[in-house]
C-alpha cells in the first residue's frame, strides 16, 4: 500500500542504521496541555528513559559543506548518555520524514572515526573539511515520551519544547514527533489526523536542524517545483495514485512553510500548482475514488486552493504593470495594485493560520495512506484501485486527447469561457503524461511525449495570456481598470494579436502523435 517505504533496523560495526519514518506537528506551546488531555493520550505507555531533557550539539565546517550535502551531524546528551547521530535526506522528499540514520554511542564529544560506513565518511575524508568541522549551533530540548499502539503499529509520541540557538539568535518552538518504530505508515497519519480534531496542529516539513541552520542563514528559501515522479511499470492505480499525491502535498506543504516567512511571488505561485496538480491527480484516478470521504476532502482542498487566487492573480498584473512601457501611466495602478496585494497577502496568511486549513492539509495526507478508498470492497471500486496505472493512463490520456482536439479544431469559434475551459483540460492532460511519463518507457515513446508536451504547452502559455487579460480587468477598482488597460496591455488589439497564434498553437497540437496509444 504504501510503495516505496521500508523501516529497517539493523546492527553494522558499532552503529546502528535505520530508516527513519516521522512525522512533525507544529503547534503553540499554549496547546501542550489540550495534548496531554487527549483521550488517546490516556492509552499511552510514557517512556521516561525517552524522555527528560536534552542537549544536541550540531557540528558542520565553515563553509556548512555537510548541510549542502543533506547531511546533519549532532551529538546528544541524554540521561548521561551521548549519542552521536548522522541524518541523510533523501533527494525526493515526502511530507513524512523519510531519512537514513545511523546512530553510535559517543563518550561526550564527536567521533568522526565512526562515521566509517555512512555518507559523512566521503566528506571528512577530506582532510581540509574534517579540520574545520566545528559546532555550530545548539538544540535544547524538553522530551515528554510516550509509546502508543495503533491498528498493529507501534508509535513513538514525543512532545516536544525546544529553543535552537547561535552565537546570533534563538528560536524556541514547540512540536509533536510521531515515529513508527514498527508497524505500516499509515498508522502515522491516522494517529495525527486523531490528535488534530482538538488539537490546532500543522504538518510540518522543517526539522529541528533546519531550525538552526534558518538562524544562520543557511536555510533554503527556493522555492520548491513538482519533483519527478517514478512510478513502476507494474503499479497499480492505488499505488501510483499514493506516490503521485504525495509529491502534491509536499510540495504545498513546503512552499507553504517558506511563504509563511516570505512573499516571494514565486512561493505563492508553486504552492498554488502543488494544490492544481493534486486536483488534477484526484481526477485522473476518479473510478477508485468515488466515495464520500474522498469527496469530501476535494472539496476541502478546492477550498484551500482558492484561497490563493486573490494574492496570485494580482501577482500577474503587477509583472506584467511592470513590464509596460508607459511608465506614468501604470504608477499610480501598479501602486494600488501592490497595496491590494499586500491586503491579500495578509489576509491568505491568516487563512493558513486557521485550524480549518490546517486540518485539511493534514486530513489530506490522512486519506491519502489510509482513507476508506484504498479498502472498499464494492467491485467496480476494487477493480478501479488494481487495475494496472498503464492501463488507466493510456484509457484516459486517449479519451482527454479527443476532447481537446475536437475544441483545439474550433479555435476561431471559441469565445472566452470555452478558451478558458480548453486551457484547464490542457494543463490536467500536461499534469497526467509529467506524473506517469515512466509508465511509457523506450526511446519512441519518450521523444513522441516530449513533442506533445511542448505543444501543449504552448498553446496553454497562449490561452493563459488570453485569459489573464479578462481576468486582469477586473482585479481593481473601476477607476483603475481604464489605466489598466493601456498600461498592462490588456486591449482588442492584444487580443487580436493573441488570437491567430492560439490558431497556429491549435493545429500543431492536433497533428501531434499520441506516445501512449500503443499501450491502450
Same mark, same amino acid.
Request: proline residues 4%.
Given at each position: 500500500m504504501n510503495a516505496g517505504w521500508q523501516n529497517k533496523n539493523e546492527p553494522t560495526g558499532a552503529h546502528t542504521t535505520a530508516n527513519e519514518i516521522e512525522l512533525?506537528?507544529?503547534?503553540?506551546?499554549?496547546?501542550?496541555?489540550?495534548?496531554?488531555?487527549?483521550?488517546?493520550?490516556?492509552? %499511552?505507555?510514557?517512556?521516561?528513559?525517552?524522555?527528560?531533557?536534552?542537549?544536541?550539539?550540531?557540528?558542520?565546517?565553515?563553509?556548512?559543506? @555537510?548541510?549542502?550535502?543533506?547531511?546533519?551531524?549532532?551529538?546528544?546528551?541524554?540521561?548521561?548518555?551521548?549519542?552521536?547521530?548522522?541524518k541523510a535526506e533523501r533527494k525526493a522528499r515526502g511530507f513524512a520524514l523519510d531519512r537514513g540514520e545511523w546512530e553510535v554511542p559517543v563518550s561526550g564529544g564527536l567521533d568522526l572515526a565512526a562515521a566509517a560506513g555512512t555518507p559523512l565518511a566521503v566528506l571528512v575524508s577530506n582532510e581540509a573539511i574534517r579540520a574545520d568541522i566545528k559546532p555550530v549551533f545548539t538544540v535544547e530540548t524538553d522530551r515528554q515520551a510516550f509509546e502508543i499502539k495503533r491498528n498493529g503499529a507501534t508509535i513513538e509520541l514525543a512532545l516536544d519544547e525546544a529553543k535552537a540557538s547561535t552565537d546570533s539568535g534563538a528560536e524556541q518552538f514547540c512540536e509533536v514527533e510521531l515515529e513508527l518504530k514498527d508497524g505500516d505508515p499509515s498508522a502515522l497519519f491516522a494517529l495525527a489526523n486523531d490528535l488534530a480534531d482538538s488539537i490546532p496542529f500543522r504538518l510540518s516539513p522543517i526539522t529541528k536542524s533546519e531550525r538552526g541552520y534558518r538562524l544562520l542563514g543557511q536555510a533554503d528559501s527556493e522555492p520548491v517545483k513538482a519533483g519527478r515522479i517514478v512510478v513502476p511499470t507494474i503499479a497499480s492505480c492505488a499505488e501510483a495514485f499514493q506516490m503521485i499525491a504525495r509529491s502534491c502535498l509536499s510540495?504545498?506543504?513546503?512552499?507553504?512553510?517558506?511563504?509563511?516567512?516570505?512573499?516571494?511571488?514565486?512561493?505563492?505561485?508553486?504552492?498554488?500548482?502543488?494544490?492544481?496538480?493534486l486536483d488534477a491527480a484526484i481526477? @485522473?484516478?476518479?473510478?477508485?475514488?468515488?466515495?464520500?470521504?474522498?469527496?469530501?476532502?476535494?472539496?476541502?482542498?478546492r477550498w484551500a486552493g482558492k484561497k490563493l487566487a486573490p494574492a496570485r492573480d494580482l501577482d500577474v498584473l503587477i509583472a506584467r504593470l511592470r513590464k509596460a512601457n508607459d511608465t506614468d501611466m501604470s504608477l499610480p495602478v501598479l501602486e494600488e495594485a501592490e497595496r491590494r496585494r499586500a491586503e491579500a497577502i495578509e489576509s491568505l496568511l491568516e487563512t493558513l493560520s486557521k485550524p480549518r486549513f490546517m486540518r485539511t492539509i493534514l486530513k489530506a495526507a490522512t486519506w491519502v495512506e489510509s482513507g476508506r478508498w484504498l479498502e472498499r470492497r464494492k467491485p467496480a471500486i476494487r477493480v478501479a484501485r488494481e487495475l494496472p496505472a498503464q492501463t488507466r493512463a493510456a484509457r484516459e490520456f486517449s479519451r482527454r486527447w479527443q476532447r481537446i482536439r475536437k475544441d483545439a479544431r474550433r479555435m476561431a469559434d471559441l469565445d472566452g469561457k470555452a478558451r478558458h475551459e480548453l486551457r484547464i483540460r490542457i494543463k490536467k492532460l500536461r499534469y497526467g503524461m509529467e506524473f506517469l511519463a515512466t509508465l511509457f518507457p523506450g526511446v519512441p515513446a519518450r521523444k513522441n511525449r516530449k513533442a506533445m508536451l511542448d505543444r501543449l504547452e504552448r498553446l496553454q502559455d497562449v490561452l493563459g495570456k488570453l485569459n489573464d487579460i479578462e481576468v486582469g480587468r477586473t482585479l481593481l477598482d473601476p477607476p483603475f481598470r481604464k489605466p489598466i488597460r493601456k498600461?498592462?496591455?490588456?486591449?482588442?488589439?492584444?487580443?487580436?494579436? @493573441?488570437?491567430?497564434? %492560439?490558431?497556429?498553437?491549435?493545429?500543431? @497540437?492536433v497533428a501531434a502523435e499520441p506516445f501512449w496509444l500503443s499501450m491502450a
Open positions: 512533525k506537528l507544529e503547534f503553540a506551546a499554549d496547546a501542550t496541555g489540550q495534548l496531554l488531555q487527549h483521550p488517546l493520550m490516556s492509552r %499511552a505507555r510514557m517512556l521516561p528513559g525517552q524522555g527528560g531533557a536534552l542537549h544536541a550539539v550540531y557540528y558542520d565546517s565553515t563553509d556548512f559543506a @555537510l548541510h549542502k550535502a543533506g547531511l546533519t551531524l549532532r551529538v546528544r546528551k541524554q540521561n548521561g548518555r551521548s549519542t552521536q547521530t548522522i510540495q504545498i506543504i513546503r512552499n507553504e512553510a517558506l511563504l509563511r516567512r516570505s512573499s516571494n511571488p514565486e512561493l505563492l505561485h508553486q504552492m498554488r500548482v502543488g494544490f492544481r496538480r481526477s @485522473l484516478f476518479k473510478p477508485m475514488l468515488r466515495d464520500r470521504d474522498s469527496d469530501a476532502i476535494r472539496t476541502e482542498l498600461a498592462a496591455g490588456y486591449t482588442k488589439r492584444r487580443v487580436r494579436k @493573441l488570437l491567430p497564434r %492560439a490558431e497556429k498553437a491549435s493545429r500543431e @497540437l
